[in-house]
Nanobody
């Protein structure tokens, strides 16, 4: 069984930075592509970023390109989301997700099998 635990959320002013972490436990971490999603109040959960099992390939939604960076440390079974130049519209609960795949990255929620409990990110204006 796979277990994901996010951390690093909080309250930050617009223009500030946060780094989210997602600790993975379960089967071999390198067998999983990983993703970050977010859900704002009253909105559907949306794709933010994804990273391949090796870390060689990444993908981002357009609204965060150039501001967010996804990375992973396979020795620590952890995936990160570095968020810079934060905007109020980035306010949401951020979720880590995993899929047992070494194939192409996917951006839909239905493409992931395992989810963390989420961490709140609030950006004040």
């Amino acid at each position: 069984q796979v277990h994901l635990v996010e951390s690093g959320g909080g309250l930050v002013q617009a223009g500030g930075s946060l780094r989210l972490s997602c600790a993975y436990s379960g089967r071999a971490f390198t067998g999983y592509n990983m993703g970050w999603f977010r859900q704002a109040p009253g909105k559907e959960r949306e794709f933010v970023a994804a990273i391949s099992w090796s870390g060689a390939t990444t993908d981002y939604t357009d609204s965060v390109k150039g501001r967010f960076t996804i990375s992973r440390d396979n020795a620590k079974n952890t995936v990160y989301l570095q968020m810079n130049s934060l905007k109020p519209e980035d306010t949401a609960v951020y979720y880590c997700a995993a899929v047992p795949s070494r194939g192409p990255l996917v951006t839909g929620t239905e493409g992931y099998n395992y989810w963390g409990q989420g961490t709140q990110v609030t950006v004040s204006s």
